[in-house]
T-cell receptor
Framework: DAKTTQPTSMDCAEGRAANLPCNHS???????VYWYRQIHSQGPQYIIH???NNETNEMASLIITEDRKSSTLILPHATLRDTAVYYC?????????????FGKGTKLSVKP | ETGVTQTPRHLVMGMTNKKSLKCEQH?????MYWYKQSAKKPLELMFV???????ENNSVPSRFSPECPNSSHLFLHLHTLQPEDSALYLC?????????????FGSGTRLTVV
């Protein structure tokens, strides 16, 4: 079973920031938080990952709470092409337990 | 293009046919994966290969047979499939299982079993 809880769906206006929440209250100290997205009928695309510090790259920012029990993916200026299913995945890095296991994700719809 | 190429993109096969899905990566990765995505279901991990050795088989029926001849190529051989096997089959690669690097996915093969 996935170790994360995400809203089933969210809407966002084009040009506004999209903030996608994720709860992972049972996360352990050596588990990372990963975000992927899947645009319709394509393969998932890696967005960002982090352990405890906030992270930013050219696609998004990842904010992890101090207790690490939740995180938020931020797309600063959402475009129509950001419409996709976004997956938050908690992943242990070490041996076979480090496989990427997907849940149901959040379907983000960016509207004009 | 992500660096992971899957062929064919679409495949229709009868239940008595034998076909193969191909995945190729030139990213220098050492691990490759097969995932299955059925309609309205999460992605399911099927097989994991690390350094050309199968390290995980998630209770996949024997009508699916993976093959990894080298670190750049991964195949999924299909025989006597059922209509419920119709799905999007995705290949991914990474540096090594268990490391913190991300996975790179291909665009998938859309399989329809008739």
């Amino acid at each position: 079973d996935a170790k994360t809880t995400q809203p089933t769906s969210m809407d966002c206006a084009e040009g506004r920031a999209a903030n996608l929440p994720c709860n992972h209250s049972t996360i352990s100290g050596n588990e990372y938080v990963y975000w992927y997205r899947q645009i319709h009928s394509q393969g998932p695309q890696y967005i960002i990952h982090g352990l405890k510090n906030n992270e930013t790259n050219e696609m998004a920012s990842l904010i992890i709470t101090e207790d690490r029990k939740s995180s938020t993916l931020i797309l600063p200026h959402a475009t129509l092409r950001d419409t996709a299913v976004y997956y938050c995945i908690v992943r242990f890095t070490g041996g076979s337990q480090g496989n990427l296991i997907f849940g149901k994700g959040t379907k983000l719809s960016v509207k004009p | 293009e992500t660096g992971v190429t899957q062929t064919p993109r679409h495949l229709v096969m009868g239940m008595t046919n034998k076909k193969s899905l191909k995945c190729e990566q030139h990213l220098g990765h050492n691990a490759m994966y097969w995932y299955k995505q059925s309609a309205k279901k999460p992605l399911e991990l099927m097989f994991v290969y690390s350094l050309e050795e199968r390290v995980e088989n998630n209770s996949v029926p024997s009508r699916f047979s993976p093959e990894c001849p080298n670190s750049s190529h991964l195949f999924l051989h299909l025989h006597t499939l059922q209509p419920e096997d119709s799905a999007l089959y995705l290949c991914a690669s990474s540096q090594l299982p268990g490391q913190s690097y991300g996975y790179t996915f291909g665009s998938g093969t859309r399989l329809t079993v008739v």
